[in-house]
Nanobody
Framework: QVQVVESGGGTVQVGGPLRLACTVSGPTFTNYVTAWFRQPPGLEREFVAAISWSGHATFYAESVKDRFAISKDNGKTTVFLQMDNLKPEDTGVYYC?????????????????WGQGTQVTVSA
Protein backbone atom coordinates (compact mmCIF):
# COMPACT_ATOMS: atom_id res chain seq x y z
CA GLN A 1 0.00 0.00 0.00
CA VAL A 2 2.81 2.42 0.80
CA GLN A 3 5.53 2.61 -1.81
CA VAL A 4 8.95 4.11 -1.11
CA VAL A 5 11.34 4.61 -4.01
CA GLU A 6 14.86 6.02 -3.87
CA SER A 7 16.71 7.44 -6.83
CA GLY A 8 19.83 9.42 -7.64
CA GLY A 9 22.55 7.05 -6.53
CA GLY A 10 25.72 6.53 -8.48
CA THR A 11 29.49 6.81 -8.45
CA VAL A 12 31.17 10.13 -7.75
CA GLN A 13 34.67 11.38 -7.03
CA VAL A 14 35.76 12.41 -3.57
CA GLY A 15 34.54 15.92 -2.87
CA GLY A 16 31.76 15.76 -5.39
CA PRO A 17 28.04 16.30 -4.89
CA LEU A 18 25.18 13.89 -5.26
CA ARG A 19 21.46 14.41 -4.80
CA LEU A 20 19.21 11.58 -3.73
CA ALA A 21 15.43 11.59 -3.89
CA CYS A 22 12.83 9.61 -2.02
CA THR A 23 9.32 9.50 -3.38
CA VAL A 24 6.53 8.15 -1.21
CA SER A 25 3.11 7.18 -2.45
CA GLY A 26 0.07 5.62 -0.88
CA PRO A 27 -3.62 6.38 -0.50
CA THR A 28 -4.26 8.69 2.45
CA PHE A 29 -0.67 8.28 3.62
CA THR A 30 0.47 11.65 4.96
CA ASN A 31 1.93 13.24 8.09
CA TYR A 32 4.95 10.97 8.18
CA VAL A 33 8.56 11.36 9.11
CA THR A 34 11.10 10.59 6.41
CA ALA A 35 14.61 9.40 7.13
CA TRP A 36 17.70 8.32 5.27
CA PHE A 37 19.83 5.44 6.47
CA ARG A 38 22.89 3.95 4.88
CA GLN A 39 24.78 0.70 5.09
CA PRO A 40 28.49 0.81 4.30
CA PRO A 41 29.92 -2.42 2.87
CA GLY A 42 30.49 -4.94 5.64
CA LEU A 43 29.06 -2.66 8.32
CA GLU A 44 25.75 -2.10 10.05
CA ARG A 45 23.02 0.22 8.88
CA GLU A 46 23.38 3.73 10.27
CA PHE A 47 21.26 6.84 10.50
CA VAL A 48 22.00 9.70 8.13
CA ALA A 49 19.24 12.31 8.31
CA ALA A 50 15.53 12.77 8.91
CA ILE A 51 12.88 15.39 8.32
CA SER A 52 9.43 15.98 9.78
CA TRP A 53 6.29 16.08 7.68
CA SER A 54 6.17 19.87 7.89
CA GLY A 55 9.84 20.16 7.04
CA HIS A 56 10.40 22.37 10.07
CA ALA A 57 12.43 19.81 11.98
CA THR A 58 15.54 18.13 10.62
CA PHE A 59 18.03 15.75 12.15
CA TYR A 60 21.52 14.74 11.06
CA ALA A 61 24.15 12.28 12.04
CA GLU A 62 27.30 13.99 13.24
CA SER A 63 29.27 12.38 10.44
CA VAL A 64 27.27 14.20 7.75
CA LYS A 65 26.35 17.41 9.53
CA ASP A 66 27.37 20.50 7.49
CA ARG A 67 27.83 18.36 4.37
CA PHE A 68 24.38 16.90 3.78
CA ALA A 69 21.04 18.68 3.64
CA ILE A 70 17.62 17.09 3.78
CA SER A 71 14.60 18.88 2.35
CA LYS A 72 11.07 18.34 1.07
CA ASP A 73 9.33 19.26 -2.14
CA ASN A 74 6.45 18.29 -4.41
CA GLY A 75 3.62 18.50 -1.94
CA LYS A 76 5.76 16.86 0.77
CA THR A 77 5.72 13.53 -1.05
CA THR A 78 9.33 13.80 -2.15
CA VAL A 79 12.31 14.15 0.14
CA PHE A 80 15.75 15.07 -1.11
CA LEU A 81 19.15 14.44 0.36
CA GLN A 82 21.74 16.81 -1.03
CA MET A 83 25.18 15.42 -0.35
CA ASP A 84 28.20 17.66 -0.79
CA ASN A 85 31.91 17.14 -0.22
CA LEU A 86 31.51 13.39 -0.35
CA LYS A 87 34.09 11.19 1.32
CA PRO A 88 34.98 7.52 0.75
CA GLU A 89 33.33 6.66 4.06
CA ASP A 90 30.03 7.90 2.64
CA THR A 91 29.99 4.88 0.34
CA GLY A 92 27.12 2.50 0.94
CA VAL A 93 23.57 1.61 0.11
CA TYR A 94 21.25 4.47 1.02
CA TYR A 95 17.74 3.65 2.15
CA CYS A 96 14.73 5.87 2.57
CA UNK A 97 12.35 5.04 5.40
CA UNK A 98 9.04 6.56 6.44
CA UNK A 99 6.46 6.17 9.15
CA UNK A 100 3.69 8.17 10.78
CA UNK A 101 4.61 7.26 14.35
CA UNK A 102 8.24 7.87 15.18
CA UNK A 103 9.50 8.24 18.73
CA UNK A 104 13.18 8.50 17.81
CA UNK A 105 13.97 9.68 14.31
CA UNK A 106 17.41 8.09 14.23
CA UNK A 107 16.27 4.60 15.22
CA UNK A 108 15.73 2.32 12.23
CA UNK A 109 13.21 0.09 13.98
CA UNK A 110 10.83 3.04 14.25
CA UNK A 111 10.12 2.94 10.53
CA UNK A 112 7.67 0.54 8.93
CA UNK A 113 8.15 1.40 5.26
CA TRP A 114 11.44 1.16 3.43
CA GLY A 115 12.67 1.54 -0.09
CA GLN A 116 14.91 -0.90 -1.92
CA GLY A 117 17.95 1.31 -1.55
CA THR A 118 20.25 3.09 -3.94
CA GLN A 119 23.99 2.58 -4.18
CA VAL A 120 26.32 5.50 -3.54
CA THR A 121 29.98 4.95 -4.31
CA VAL A 122 32.59 7.60 -3.59
CA SER A 123 35.86 6.87 -5.35
CA ALA A 124 39.23 8.41 -4.62
Amino acid sequence: QVQVVESGGGTVQVGGPLRLACTVSGPTFTNYVTAWFRQPPGLEREFVAAISWSGHATFYAESVKDRFAISKDNGKTTVFLQMDNLKPEDTGVYYCAVDQVVAEASFADEYAYWGQGTQVTVSA
